[in-house]
């Protein structure tokens, strides 16, 4: 799927993780190593200023995929291209700095992703010193720093004056916040949003949503969307992935996604989130639970939960194809039985 | 109407701190019949889950219910010394926490968690504990429950391991059973199945429910009635489908404005500016008033009751009848 407008291109991508017992303990139990296959094979692109969403439940490796994006794991397979320099090598040449500038990530959890021991003055401004963003000369670059980090936190929606505050004083929302002013300090293109409001009370959650919508707008960003909630996803998406056990098992445009979910995973999901419109109405439970990555299913790795499952989802990996504009790995999608 | 079987009077929870008292919560009142669920619902830091620990009497020191009362079933709870508290939690009113894993102990096997439990309540002998046990988790939906029976927690996944918490509940066969985020560290599609499983149990067994959790979706499939509360006190209760969708406190208009919901496009989510005050600074008047779009002048000085509000009721002075104002 290669579109000429897009800005992030990532194809077969996959990361292996060693979890195997030390050494002397698979000598002396005869163990053999052991590999989780966080990412098997990811295939996506994002639009320039657009939003791809990657939803799943825990452990199916939409974080992994976020990390290998932005270079935090070197992908064991695949390549990630970003407009048009693949990454892998990007990050090792000396345009590393460039591209790390490009682009910026905003992690879940907004009381560990803050150092504690730092002003926010020194934490949105750090990205500017380390880049060498301050144009001014040497005697200047205290005030321009002290102006640019005031104007990032006005962006945000935070009062100037809280530079001088250490992150223990803002409430949850408020430190996000200065999580997004961090990484729109370098004015990146393309931002790396890994569960951005999942620890945030949903009143406070809408504020951080409508900002990111109002930078999305205003600066043209790119964003890669992780999250599990599907309600969250479709308000900020353009594209949604759907992932199960480290594999894109369906990625189609939001519209598409939601009035016509094809596979029986993206079904099951949208059937098991609770409605707020519709009170009494009982969902019709999930069977079963995502099964060990350690040890992961043969054929299509959702085949033990799926309803439409047969004899060939059992031993037959299924291939990601196109069907009415979502492409989508599903046996019995293929053969219309769904 | 038949008689309420929980009471909630006027509590007021403090906590004494060398700075001065917290009052956590203020004046909170509400009543749950007996089989009903009713949802507690709020932002965190409102105080759902105090409400909640008040009624099991598992406050954590320092706090402590400072004023009104909590009465179960005609019976004062709230004075009761530790031991007389301890019999009635567990065998009258069960617990489910958020966590399944801390709420299982990890060096016992499920089964002697679940035959310690009912012993503890119920007069049967070892071979019957041990039936009622494997009933138990049978019920919840746990495969081969003769053989888990013998596991330990850890060889549980996340989803099973609540079930196993909401058997440990049931085990005393209570009659109303406080449920703290249950299915919060849970993901969505085993949210569901243990939503479907509280519920479905809680009918066939006779319990109501006071479920506790910030999720409205949750508390909108269900519950009977919602509370909603707000930096201690609760601004509006009512069934749950008029909370929902005639929301009359301010308040709850913006919570709900601020989901974003599966069934409509908004470009934007409605948003209530400013965050919710700190314990130590909550604002005279009615708490909500700084952040509240229709905020008047007796919004400031004067601090609402749950006044009627349609078929909800609400703390809010946009509730008041012409003739109180005069009054």
């Not at chain 1, 996506?44 to 799943?56: M, Q």
């Not at chain 2, 909108?220 to 489908?241: H, L, N, Q, S």
């Amino acid at each position: 799927m290669s579109e000429a407008d897009a800005l992030v291109e990532v194809q077969g991508l996959a990361k292996t993780f060693d979890v195997s017992a030390p050494w002397l303990n698979r000598v002396v139990e005869r163990r053999p190593r052991q590999f989780v296959h966080a990412v098997d094979g990811v295939s996506f692109a994002i639009r320039r200023g657009k939003t791809l969403a990657l939803v799943g439940e825990s452990g199916c490796g939409k974080s992994t995929v976020a990390r290998l994006l932005v270079g935090l794991y070197r992908p064991s397979e695949g390549r990630v291209s970003f407009d048009g320099i693949d990454t892998a090598e990007g990050f090792r040449s000396s345009e590393a700095r460039t591209l790390r500038k490009r682009m910026q990530m905003i992690f879940q959890d907004p009381y560990a992703s803050l150092n504690p021991r730092w002003k926010v003055a020194d934490i949105v401004g750090e990205p500017l010193k380390e880049h060498g963003l301050l144009t001014g000369s040497a005697g200047d670059r205290k005030s321009e720093l002290k102006a640019r980090v005031a104007e990032l936190l006005q962006s945000v929606g935070l009062a100037a004056a809280d530079v001088e505050k250490f992150p223990h004083q803002f409430s949850g929302g408020q430190r996000q916040r200065i999580s997004i002013a961090r990484a729109l300090a370098t004015h990146p293109e393309f931002l790396v949003c890994d569960e951005p409001t999942s620890a945030l009370d949903v009143s406070v959650q809408a504020q951080v949503l409508n900002i990111m919508k109002d930078l999305q707008r205003s600066r043209g960003l790119t964003y890669l969307f992780i999250s599990h909630n599907l309600a969250v996803v479709r308000h900020v998406a353009d594209q949604v992935g759907v992932m199960y056990l480290g594999r894109l098992v369906e990625l189609a445009d939001k519209a598409e996604l939601f009035s016509r979910p094809r596979h029986p995973y993206t079904r099951m999901l949208l059937d098991a989130i609770p409605d707020m419109h519709m009170s009494g109405r009982s969902r019709t439970p999930v069977q079963g639970e995502v099964p060990n990555p350690l040890n992961p299913p043969s054929g299509c790795s959702f085949h033990p939960r799926c309803p439409h499952a047969n004899e060939r989802c059992k031993i037959e990996r299924p291939a990601q194809k196109m069907f009415g504009g979502a492409l989508i790995a599903c046996h019995a999608v293929e053969e219309g039985r769904i | 109407m038949t008689a309420p079987l929980l009471e909630v009077r006027h509590l007021r929870v403090e906590f004494p701190t060398r700075r001065g008292t917290l009052v956590a919560l203020d004046d909170v009142s509400f009543d749950i019949a007996p089989g009903e669920i009713l949802g507690v619902v709020g932002e965190s830091g409102a105080g759902k889950s105090l409400t909640g620990a008040s009624i099991i009497g598992l406050l954590d020191p320092p706090g402590r219910v400072a004023g009104g009362e909590i009465r179960f079933d005609g019976q004062r709870i709230d004075n009761l010394p530790y031991e007389a508290m301890r019999k009635i939690r567990g065998r009258h009113i069960g617990a489910i926490f958020q966590d399944p894993l801390t709420s299982l102990n990890p060096l016992y096997t499920v089964g002697r968690q679940l035959i310690e439990t009912i012993q503890a309540h119920l007069p049967v002998s070892d071979a019957e504990a041990r039936q009622r046990a494997i009933r138990l988790l049978q019920e919840t939906g746990i495969p081969a429950a003769e053989a888990r029976i013998e596991q330990y927690p850890h060889q549980f996944s996340g989803g099973m391991r609540q079930r196993v918490v909401i058997a440990l509940a049931l085990a005393g066969e209570p009659r109303l059973i406080v449920a703290d985020e249950p299915t919060t560290a849970l993901d969505v599609s085993i949210q569901a199945q243990i939503i479907s499983l509280l519920k479905r149990l809680c009918r066939d067994h006779g319990a109501a429910v006071m479920l506790v959790t910030h999720d409205m979706g949750v508390i909108a499939e269900t519950c009977d009635r919602v509370a909603v509360m707000y930096a201690g006190r609760v601004v509006e209760i009512g069934p749950v489908g008029d909370v929902i969708h005639v929301p009359a406190h301010p308040y709850t208009v913006g919570l709900m404005g601020s989901i974003p919901a599966m069934d409509e496009d908004r470009e934007r989510l409605l948003q209530i500016d400013g965050s919710m005050p700190r314990l130590t600074a909550i604002p005279r008047g009615c708490a909500f008033n700084p952040r509240c779009p229709r905020v008047f002048d007796r919004c400031r000085v004067e601090r609402p009751d749950l006044l009627d509000a349609g078929a909800t009721r609400a703390a809010c002075w946009l509730h008041a009848q012409p003739a109180r104002e005069a009054a």
